[in-house]
C-alpha cells in the first residue's frame, strides 16, 4: 500500500522568511496530493492541492510543487506570518480507492 | 452552510464503557470518512462509508469497533468495551458523490479513557 513520508518533523522559520516541507510517497498510481493545516485543538484545514496532471499550483503565499518521476511534492509558504505557525501534512490518493495517505506531519513555528 | 461537525468534542469513559461518536456531514456531501489520530502522529484511514453502505473499512480494528451511517441522521463510530489505547483524537470528513478524493474535516472528537 502507500506510504508517505514527510520532512522535517518540526520547522522554525523567521517571520517573513520562507518555508519548505517536503514529502515522499511510495505508490505509483497515487495521483492526488492534498495538504491540510491544523491548528491546535482542531481539525485539518484543507489548504492547497494538486492532481498529478499538473507540475506546479499557487494560491498567494502557497504554493505546491510535485514531481512524479520521484515521487516527490513539496509545500512552499513565501513571506510567513504569525499565523502560519501550524501542523501541516501533505497526503496522497490514488484511483484504486479513495483512502488518504497521510505524512506525520510538520510542526511549522514562526518566529517573531 | 455549515461545515462537518461532529459531537461531542471530548467525551471521557472509563475502561469497558462504550462510545459513540458522531458526523454530520456538510451538506450535500454523501461519503463519510473516519479517522484516528495519536499524539505527535499524522491521521491514520479507519473506515469510509456512504449511506447505508460501508465501502471500506480496512483501517478498523477487528474488534469492538463499528461504524454506521443510516439513510436518516449522522454517521456513528462506536467503540465498544473501551481500552486506554483507545484515547485519541477522532476525525470524520466528507465529501461529494463527484469528487470523493477533496475531503473536508470536522473539528473532532476527542476521547479520553481513564
Known amino acids: 500500500g502507500e506510504n508517505v513520508e514527510q520532512h522535517p518533523s518540526t520547522l522554525s522559520v523567521q517571520e517573513g522568511d520562507s518555508a519548505v516541507i517536503k514529502c515522499t510517497y511510495s505508490?505509483?498510481?497515487?495521483?492526488?496530493f492534498p495538504w491540510y493545516k491544523q491548528e491546535l485543538g482542531k481539525g485539518p484545514q484543507l489548504i492547497i492541492d494538486?492532481?498529478?496532471?499538473?507540475g506546479e499550483k499557487k494560491d498567494q503565499r502557497i504554493a505546491v510543487t510535485l514531481n512524479k518521476t520521484a515521487k516527490h511534492f513539496s509545500l512552499h509558504i513565501t513571506e510567513t506570518q504569525p499565523e502560519d505557525s501550524a501542523v501541516y501534512f501533505c497526503?496522497?490518493?490514488?484511483?484504486?480507492?479513495?483512502?488518504?495517505?497521510f505524512g506525520k506531519g510538520t510542526r511549522l513555528h514562526i518566529l517573531p | 452552510n455549515a461545515g462537518v461537525m461532529q459531537n461531542p468534542r471530548h467525551l471521557v469513559r472509563r475502561r469497558g464503557q462504550e462510545a459513540r461518536l458522531r458526523c454530520s456531514p456538510m451538506?450535500?456531501?454523501?461519503?463519510v470518512y473516519w479517522y484516528r489520530q495519536l499524539p505527535e502522529e499524522g491521521l491514520k484511514f479507519m473506515v469510509y462509508?456512504?449511506?447505508?453502505?460501508?465501502?471500506?473499512e480496512s483501517g478498523m480494528p477487528k474488534e469492538r469497533f463499528s461504524a454506521e451511517f443510516p439513510k436518516e441522521g449522522p454517521s456513528i463510530l462506536r467503540i465498544q468495551q473501551v481500552v486506554r489505547g483507545d484515547s485519541a483524537a477522532y476525525f470524520c470528513a466528507s465529501s461529494l458523490l463527484t469528487d470523493q478524493e477533496t475531503q473536508y474535516f470536522g473539528p473532532g472528537t476527542r476521547l479520553l479513557v481513564l
Open positions: 505508490d505509483s498510481a497515487s495521483n492526488y
Open positions: 451538506k450535500g456531501h454523501s461519503h
Open positions: 462509508l456512504q449511506k447505508e453502505n460501508i465501502i471500506d
Open positions: 494538486i492532481r498529478s496532471n499538473v
Open positions: 497526503a496522497a490518493s490514488g484511483t484504486r480507492d479513495d483512502k488518504i495517505i
